[in-house]
Antibody
Framework: QLQLQESGPGLVKPSETLSLTCTVSGGSISSPNYFWGWIRQPPGKGLEWIGS???????YYSPSLKSRVTISVDTSKNQFSLRLSSVTATDTAVYYC?????????????????WGQGTLVTVSS | DIQMTQSPSSPSASVGDRVTITCQAS??????LNWYQQKPGKAPKLLIY???NLETGVPSRFSGNGSGTDFTFSISSLQPEDIATYFC?????????FGGGTKVEIK
């Protein structure tokens, strides 16, 4: 059974860089046709897609965050990572990593059918 | 960006009732639309994909319908374990976007 687990600091200071890693087990991050993504959810609010990448390193980002986000992959460790720079209090959220379903109907980024449990990151001094 | 608007914001129903949630897209997304269930403190769970297809293992009391800009999600007979927030998500265009969520409560 595929499992994803987020890890990283739970507290980040304003203006610093948030860094999270998602470790994949029970399957290979290099499986063809699957993208891997990051989604966040501010406390009590809705879901926001941050970005997704393929094991080759090809990535797509939300335009609203693109200038501050980098998503990368380490296939040797079966992990992918999120870096979000210049954080402010509005970046406080539960951050989820997830796997997309297979590319279908002309779309590479489709549904999310496997999710990590999520990790709360608070931005505060 | 495609805006996804869900309503009602917080329907309240009794066990056994039918519950229907709507999701409206700001432009035509054909049927590139998924539905998720999120229970408190948990990650979302995929229930419906491509507007009307039930994910494997999801009870048949859940269903989805619609195309273009207007979509519905229904629970035919509300059960206590269905208390959760439900989100729609479009994947027709990037950025992927979600509806604001609809919290289903027991009356």
């Amino acid at each position: 059974q595929l499992q994803l687990q987020e890890s990283g600091p739970g507290l980040v200071k304003p203006s610093e860089t948030l860094s999270l890693t998602c470790t994949v087990s029970g399957g290979s991050i290099s499986s063809p046709n699957y993208f891997w993504g990051w989604i966040r959810q501010p406390p009590g609010k809705g879901l926001e897609w941050i970005g997704s990448l393929y094991y080759s390193g090809s990535a797509y980002y939300s335009p609203s965050l693109k200038s501050r986000v980098t998503i990368s992959v380490d296939t040797s460790k079966n992990q992918f990572s999120l870096r979000l720079s210049s954080v402010t209090a509005t970046d406080t959220a539960v951050y989820y990593c997830a796997r997309h379903g297979p590319a279908r109907r002309g779309r590479s980024l489709t549904l999310f059918n496997y999710w990590g449990q999520g990790t709360l990151v608070t931005v505060s001094s | 960006d495609i805006q996804m608007t869900q309503s009602p914001s917080s329907p309240s129903a009794s066990v056994g009732d039918r519950v229907t949630i709507t999701c409206q897209a700001s432009q035509d997304i054909t049927n590139y639309l998924n539905w998720y269930q999120q229970k408190p403190g948990k990650a979302p769970k995929l229930l419906i994909y491509d507007a009307s297809n039930l994910e494997t293992g999801v009870p048949s009391r859940f269903s989805g319908n619609g195309s273009g800009t207007d979509f519905t999600f229904s629970i035919s007979s509300l059960q206590p374990e269905d208390i959760a927030t439900y989100f729609c998500q479009q994947y027709d265009n990037l950025p992927l976007t979600f509806g604001g969520g609809t919290k289903v409560e027991i009356k």
